[in-house]
């Protein structure tokens, strides 16, 4: 039975849960039975390994030890430095074990009080592990089940609480010791450097980084060997030898604990038996264990000699990586990893190598008399990928596959690891097959290099890019799927999902689904677009899901259930807030209300039509790939290192302020470094391995199996954008909400809407002792509210083809069998309330029209409400009129019947001398809510009905609509009466009684509630209404409620009186219960309704101010008083600074119990102070304890001669004493907020000094909304001077500084001084400290050299090769705020053409800006080093360019600028030169060799054969990024037309991206260069500092035209800056001492 059961599983048949609990107990009986004959045979016929086999892995494991000179991990000392944090690691795993669970059961409430208990006595607990772990040697029996995975079975292990707190430290310590003593190398994984996703990506940039690794010319090859070792790796451990192994590593002590440990009794229910062979995996400690039998694996996998050259040997090696490439290349093994059970190796093979292995593997065939190296059959491919690009298979490279599998078979032991081929897999990788295949982690990966690409490139979602590391250059893709076996493990989820939801809530429901997406998609990513059929597995999952919502609803028609229901956020919606990967397209029906659409189909999922073509948007386009993920990472990591270098090297601590921008950027995310328990998280080793053995202990799935948020931070990603776009795209919160009961609460707005998802009934239930049962019937109560909810739409009547069903004594019709909402509609409406509201509504219109003004109005006699039967308010077959007007004389009746909101009524002849008024109460549904039109029907339908009795033909019939609030009218009208009626029936729908009470009763059944958000924040403009007469208003703080192991507090104040109410909320409270955070905030909400209901009512106050906005909803929530308005605040109130007070803080230390004081801070304030003031003072005070308390004391009390009075907080001064003190306290404040911003005090107007004392926060969006103002303030004004002001001047050559006349067309003379010629760009003594500073770490920046990646589509495109010697040495030249040219010198490559290889860059005299350099004319062409006779040309130039974020393409007109620089510069030259050549005669001309530029001086360029190379070096804080582009013959023409009006310096306005084309960039280490830098003026090049010094119209004058071969000096190197060195003399020198000084010789 139980076989057969599986095979049902197995084969995705449809399985009931209680069948599936059963089989399951069947199962691990079957289970422990086979375990139990393992043990047997074991202790019958054991042990499997022979004593030579025995000696020889102990003597290697020995000698690995040794070699790599391992220290013996000690007993735990009773002074171990880290025993503290080890402890409250281990605890703290233990209680997270806990809070996966929905309720505890008593045992497990036991176990965390004494995990509590341990954590508040650390060193008895201490005393008491080490003592255990000497003695204790009987442990006792462990608890075993199964968790059935569908696919697998999965053993659990319960462990004594006791025990296995010892374990819990054990494992801490022993992972602590074991990482600083460096036992693991580098390929044991999991590790805790990178999660899983991340370590494929690393694998595949080891496998690309390999040198030669794809070069198969003399018939090399690469194989690629992986195997799973499975259940073997753990069953088949020998435990004399583990124990012989461990004791070579750990003490002996230790050792004998985990033996004695694993020698236990394994219990099941009645069946039981004692463990004697193999490790067992529900310890604490199991992953350490595991990974260190996988070590023994690794060496006899790898030998001793390979294994140290891998993991280093003098130091550890990277992750495949070598310190020396002979290390990499001296064996067939080039990279190793294991992941757990999983062996991943790759091995490359000369031709005599691979033609060895495999004659070597042909011949034990035939010794053997197989005949399998015959033929190709019966070899295992990967078939989950196309045919071509599966392992082609011939036979040379099938046989070879074979023989590296029998090698590696051969070399362990059959007593430990049997490796088999239906768990192994070989890929090789030839001039034969251009794949090579592996799947590692759930991740199948192809990868190919670009040299064996035929055709053009498919650029896939499912594909990374390989660079090679030195040259950068893209040589390989890596295509992803996800692996068969792991396809099969998320269809198992999503049907366990599906199996356990049972009689969840609506709300389970979807968050069940959310959290199976939550915990695949982020992990695969892009993997599942490149997986067939992956994503329909999702999508039939998804629609599985809502088919559970909607049987429990008892109807199965998808159109009642459109999309706004399942996809729409729970805030403020009301929906269910699923994630979805369906694309399921909208009905337009459902958007006609819609005011946002979104565009763009990418499926069809969904039967529904659709004409605006939007879908619900797909959450796999939310998550980042993990190729951008990990670049980003990597460039936020090195600009967050970069800044905090930086800011180290100033003597300053580097602020998150700083680094918002990369907080949630890296892996593990920057954020982790702020994070309150990061320190303590630095000795938690291990974790990543730790949690993959959780699934032997937990018992329940982990959604972070992977990832680890202490550590990692939260690289699953944040789907507030997904969120904000499905809103979009199901049309707008007020589209959501038409298809809702929104309307009938009468709500005026949406924002502030709150739902208590779990009403109070349900809470009060959850803990009581209630049946199974009573308890599953809890769930249909908030499925009821959701219902209910969703009416209008679910109860639509477009879809229903059968009789509608009216429910009794209502005007409601059922359009369908729906139980649940017929239920509530049904609770709603007793006690004959649709009668009520009827008869409610009749009296308030009578009740108007009898008012003496209304019958003046309407000329009427009378007005008299008809008896009607108690049943027309809910018949609609006929009516009757329910109020009659008596004319005085006659009523003068329109000609023609009309709606209400129509205002060309015709009045003629007709007359009447009654006129009646029917009310007409409906229910309306989504898709008929058109009121207007129902009045138009019913007054049609009923006075052509004989059976309605109305007076006369001249009335009016008054249609509202109940479930939208929503009122028309149509008929003949009388003059006046419909102005009259507009306002009446107004007032009556927002102010009648029966409907207000209609709409409170479904607010209290739907659990809504608002939060006035009409009420706007607290700021600087409105905060004088907190002193208002008569308006009570508390200041709330809830962020003391809990401290860490101490009492906290809520505080509250009333800053109208200054009374403080203070809550101290005892530490007990939390000991021993889970999501403390939710529970403080509760606990900070229940304090304040206390103190509410414990005060008179006059003391109650109508406003709260929560100075934290989270607390806002919580605060709604529990208060339910629409009286009180929560509001929350822009200013930074500092309330809770009043604990800081010595009084204060000693109240909450010394509680030993919850308590509550109520204190009057402003001590005697107001007898002197308006309440205003006096709250300014404190608020100054708060404040300063905030900035800085000691001072802040200081000044408050600067001597003891200072008086206090008794009771008092504050010391007693006079007015102008507390001016003072006050004055001196904002004067800090003050300087400490300037000191922040960088910015002087006497920057600040007074209205900044006060947002300033009271804590405005500007927010970055005002900002940049102020820059933009300005920059738009500044623009105008200069379009303004351009277009009124043509003006000509004219400057004085002979000196700068001479005032300049400018003349206009306005006939006015302007006298301005000239500014010098570089004045406005010379660095600023108080810049170039920093700037220095960060130029400081270029060298860091430069170890990350990207090649920016242009797709080209031209085959003829020139290519730059750079020697990385010498761009190095460029680059550390360079500055982080100013560009550097360089000039490129090379030859073009005899057999490419078109590639060209720079041989030398000479650094010219300039001065750079951020977007220029100025150099001069003088080119050193001729150069011994540089003229025609070396075979060097020039080449183009080098840039570097500053960017605040590295771009993707460099922006053409900049680097032009450069170009059309060097043009005029090239002319010159030329000139020179001719100039020159006239000058002399005969052989004295060959000596200068050829003209020095024949590059851009002539008609003839040509882009593809003498190419012009601009290269634009872009400088970030992170990293280098290098593109190349080449001056195309349009941009030629263009820089030379440029020469005549720039010399130094090209404008941009004409430049355009056509003249540029994308070049080759390519960096390599292989070949060598050398640069030129100026040989004079004591070498220097950067004119910044001093200004330029030559003279561009000086032909004559080239002194920097010799050059020499050296390093040019760095940017802010002493030679460039000989002022600040004077300088520092004149600081440190008085002035006559200084002409002293340079008066006398003192030699003479």
């Known amino acids: 039975q139980a076989q057969f059961n599986r095979e049902r599983i197995n084969n995705a048949d449809s399985v009931d849960k209680n069948m599936f609990k059963k089989n399951l107990g069947r199962l691990t009986r079957l289970k422990l039975m086979e375990e139990q004959d393992r043990q047997k045979s074991y202790l019958r016929e054991g042990p499997y390994i022979n004593e030579n086999e025995a000696k020889s892995i102990y003597g290697m494991v020995a000698e690995w030890l040794s070699s790599q000179q391992f220290q013996k991990i000690p007993f735990p000392a009773q002074s171990h430095r880290a025993e503290i944090q080890l402890l409250q690691l281990a605890l703290s795993r233990l209680n997270d074990q806990h809070n996966i669970g929905n309720r505890l059961v008593q045992s497990q409430r036991e176990e965390k009080q004494r995990i509590e208990v341990a954590l508040d006595h650390p060193q008895e607990t201490l005393a008491e592990i080490r003592s255990n772990l000497a003695r204790l040697r009987l442990f006792k029996p462990l608890d075993v089940e199964f968790m059935d995975h569908f696919s697998h079975l999965t053993p659990l292990y319960s462990v004594e609480p006791k025990e296995k707190m010892i374990d819990a430290y054990l494992d801490s310590y022993l992972w602590f010791e074991a990482t600083e003593r460096r036992l693991f190398p580098n390929w044991c994984k999991p590790a805790d450097s990178e999660p899983l996703p991340v370590l494929v990506h690393k694998w595949c940039e080891g496998i690309n980084n390999s040198p030669q690794i794809w070069e198969t010319a003399h018939g090399e090859t690469v194989a690629m060997f992986q195997t799973t070792i499975g259940e073997d790796f753990y069953n088949n451990v020998d435990l004399r030898l583990f124990r012989k192994i461990l004791e070579l590593i750990m003490d002996k002590t230790l050792v004998e604990y985990i033996m004695a440990h694993h020698n236990v009794t394994m219990k099941y229910r009645d069946m039981e038996h004692t463990h004697e062979f193999g490790l067992i995996r529900g310890f604490q400690f199991s992953a350490f264990l595991a990974q260190v039998w996988g070590l023994v694996i690794d060496l006899m996998v790898l030998g001793s000699k390979r294994a140290q050259q891998l993991a280093g040997v003098h130091e550890p090696n990277r992750f495949l990586e070598f310190r020396h490439e002979q290390h990499a290349t001296c064996h067939t093994i080039r990279g190793y990893s294991r992941y757990n059970d999983q062996i991943n190796i790759l091995l490359r093979f000369n031709k005599e190598q691979a033609d060895e292995l495999r004659r070597n593997y042909v011949e034990e065939q035939r010794e053997l ?56 897999f070989v890929s090789i990788y030839s001039s034969q097959n251009p794949n090579l295949l592996f799947d590692l982690g759930g991740f199948e990966v192809r990868i190919q290099p670009t040299a064996r690409i035929e055709g053009a490139v498919l650029e896939l979602e499912s594909m990374w890019r390989l660079r090679n590391n030195h040259t950068k250059e893209l040589t390989a893709r890596a295509y992803l799927q996800v692996t068969k076996k792991h396809v099969k493990q998320i269809q198992n989820k999503i049907r366990f999902a599906l199996m356990t939801v049972g009689n969840s809530t609506f709300q389970a429901i979807a968050a069940k689904w959310n959290a199976v997406l939550g915990e695949i998609i982020p992990f695969y990513r892009e993997s599942i677009a490149g997986t067939s059929g992956l994503q329909q597995i999702f999508v039939k999952g998804e629609k599985k899901m809502q088919q559970r919502v909607m049987m429990a609803l008892n109807s199965k028609a998808a159109a009642r259930f459109p999309p706004v229901i399942f996809y729409a956020p729970a805030e403020p919606t009301g929906g269910l807030g699923m994630l979805s990967v369906a694309q399921s397209l909208i009905p337009a029906s459902d958007a006609q209300y819609s005011t946002i659409t979104a565009t763009g189909v990418q499926a069809f999922a969904s039967g529904l039509t659709n004409i605006d073509g939007a879908s619900i948007p797909n959450v796999l386009n939310y998550f980042t790939p993990w190729e951008s993920e990990i670049e980003e990472g990597k460039k936020a990591w090195q600009e967050y290192s970069s800044l905090k270098r930086d800011k ?295 006075t052509t009905d004989r059976s309605s009795k109305y007076p006369s033909s001249a009335g009016v019939v008054i249609a509202i609509d109940l479930a939208y ?336 006349t400018v003349e206009s067309t306005k006939i006015d003379v302007v006298r301005k001084k000239a500014r010098s010629k570089f004045e406005d760009e010379k660095i600023k003594e108080v ?270 004058s080239a002194p920097y035209e010799w050059v020499a071969v050296d390093t040019p000096y760095e940017f802010f190197s002493s030679q460039h800056r000989p002022d600040h060195f004077r300088n520092f003399t004149k600081t440190a020198c008085a002035d006559d001492e200084i002409d002293v000084m340079d008066g006398d010789d003192v030699f003479n």
Not at 1003 to 1015: G, V, Y
Not at 1234 to 1242: E, N, T, W, Y
Request: proline share 4%.
């Open 648 to 942: 180290r090297a100033q003597g300053l601590q580097l602020s998150s302020d700083e680094i918002a921008h990369l907080m949630d950027k890296g892996i593990p995310r920057i954020r982790t470094q702020f994070m309150a328990d990061a320190p303590l998280y630095r000795f938690d080793k291990g974790f990543r391995s730790r949690q993959e053995f959780q699934q032997f202990i937990a018992g329940k799935f982990r959604k972070d199996w992977w990832y680890h948020r202490s550590h990692d931070g939260k690289i699953y990603g944040s789907l507030e954008r997904y969120k904000k776009d499905m809103i979009d795209s199901l049309g707008g919160v007020g589209c959501i909400l038409e298809h809702s009961l929104f309307k009938a609460t009468g709500l005026t707005s949406w924002e502030g809407l709150l739902w208590n998802h779990s009403g109070s009934f349900e809470k009060s239930k959850k803990d009581a002792k209630i049946t199974k049962a009573q308890r599953g019937g809890l769930t249909n109560v908030p499925n009821r509210r959701f219902a209910l909810w969703w009416s209008p739409t679910i109860n639509r009547s477009n879809i229903f083809a059968g009789f509608a069903v009216q429910i009794p004594t209502t005007g409601i019709f059922m359009h369908g069998k729906l139980t649940a909402i017929q239920k509530s509609l049904i609770g709603a409406f007793d006690k004959n309330r649709w009668s009520r509201i009827h008869a409610g509504v009749v009296g308030d219109i009578a009740k108007k029209l009898l008012s003496e003004e209304c019958q003046e109005l309407l000329r009427s006699r009378e007005v008299s409400v008809e008896q009607i039967h108690p049943h027309k308010p809910f018949t609609f077959k006929a009516s009757m009129a329910d109020i009659i007007l008596t004319a005085v004389d006659r009523f003068q009746v329109s000609t023609d019947p009309s709606l209400l909101i129509d205002s060309a009524d015709v009045y003629g002849k007709r007359e009447a001398q009654r006129f009646w008024i029917d009310v007409q109460l409906r229910w309306g549904n989504y898709d008929n809510h058109n009121v207007a039109m129902y009045a138009r029907q019913k007054f049609t339908e009923y």
């Open 1327 to 1596: 810049d170039w400290r920093k700037r220095a500073i960060n130029a400081s770490s270029m060298p860091v920046r430069c170890k990350q050299v990207f090649v920016d990646d242009l797709t080209l589509t031209s085959q003829a495109t020139p290519q730059l090769v750079f020697p990385d010697d010498i761009l190095q040495k460029f680059l550390r030249s360079c500055d982080t705020r100013r560009s550097v040219l360089a000039l490129a010198f090379g030859r073009k490559l005899a057999n490419k053409a078109l590639v060209s290889e720079v041989a030398c860059l000479v650094i010219p005299p300039q001065r750079g800006k951020i977007d220029t350099v100025a150099v001069p004319f003088a080119i050193p062409t001729s150069h011994p080093l540089l003229n025609a006779n070396t075979g060097l040309h020039f080449l183009g130039i080098v840039r570097s360019q500053i960017i605040d974020h590295t771009p993707n393409t460099t922006d053409a007109a900049t680097v032009l600028r450069a170009a059309a620089s060097l043009a005029a510069a090239h002319e010159v030259s030329t000139t020179k030169y001719q100039e020159q050549v006239e000058s002399l005669q005969g052989d004295e001309v060959a000596e200068i060799g050829e003209p020095p530029i024949s590059l851009l001086a002539t008609d003839r360029y040509d882009p593809i054969a003498n190419p012009f190379f601009i290269t634009i070096a872009a400088i970030s804080d992170a990293d280098v990024v290098i593109n190349t582009n080449v001056l195309t013959t349009q941009g030629y023409q263009a820089t030379r037309d440029k020469e005549s009006e720039s010399h130094n310096t090209a404008n941009a306005s004409t430049m355009e991206e056509e003249h540029l084309s994308t070049a080759l960039t390519s960096i390599s280490p292989q070949i060598n260069g050398f640069l030129l830098a100026p040989d004079i003026g004591n070498g220097m090049w950067n004119f910044e500092v001093i200004g330029q010094v030559w003279r561009d119209n000086d032909k004559e």
């Open 369 to 424: 008399g197989e005949s399998t190296f015959k033929s190709i059959n019966g070899f295992k491919n990967k078939k989950c990928w196309p045919r071509d690009s599966r392992m082609r298979l011939n036979l040379p490279d099938v046989n070879l596959a074979r023989a590296v599998f029998a090698d590696f078979q051969g070399r362990l032991p059959a007593g430990i690891v049997d490796l088999s081929w239906d768990n192994s």
């Open 965 to 1300: 609030c929503c009122v028309s009218a149509f008929g003949y009208w009388i003059p006046e009466l419909k102005g009259l009626m507009q306002r009446l029936i107004s007032a009556v729908n927002t102010s009648n009684m029966q409907l207000t009470e209609l709409r409170d009763l479904l607010k209290r059944a739907l659990q809504l509630q608002t939060a006035n958000p009409t009420e706007s924040n607290l700021t600087t403009s409105n905060f004088a209404e907190l002193f208002s007469d008569g308006l009570t208003t508390w200041i709330v703080d809830d962020s003391q409620t809990r401290f860490k192991g101490e009492n906290g507090a809520v505080t509250i104040l009333n800053p109208l009186t200054g009374d403080l109410f203070l809550s101290i909320v005892h530490k007990s409270v939390f000991v021993g219960q889970k999501r403390g955070k939710n529970l403080a905030v509760e606990k900070a909400a229940d304090a304040i309704k206390s103190w509410i209901q414990s005060i008179p009512q006059n003391e109650r106050p109508k406003k709260i101010i929560v100075t934290r906005s989270r607390f806002r909803p919580k605060l709604n929530a529990v208060l339910s008083d629409p009286s009180i308005s929560v509001i929350a605040t822009d200013l930074n109130l500092v309330v809770s600074q009043l604990l800081n007070h010595s009084r204060l803080g000693a109240l909450r230390t010394d509680a030993t119990s919850n308590v509550s004081h109520r204190l009057r801070v402003y001590d005697d304030w107001l007898q002197h102070y308006s309440p205003h003031t006096a709250y300014r003072m404190l608020q100054t005070i708060l404040r300063g304890f905030f900035v800085d308390k000691a001072h802040t004391l200081k000044v408050l009390e600067p001597d003891h001669l200072v008086k206090r009075a008794p009771n008092h907080f504050w010391p007693t001064y006079e007015r102008q004493g507390w001016q003072g003190v006050i004055v001196r306290i904002e004067e800090m404040i003050i300087a400490d907020a300037c000191g922040r911003l960088k910015i002087s005090p006497a920057d600040l107007t007074q209205a900044d000094k006060t947002d300033i004392i009271m804590g405005k926060r500007l927010s970055d969006d005002e900002a940049q909304k102020e820059e933009l103002e300005e920059l738009a303030k500044q623009r105008a004004q200069r379009d303004e001077a351009q277009a009124g002001n043509k003006k000509k001047t004219r400057h004085d050559d002979a000196s700068d500084d001479e005032p300049a």
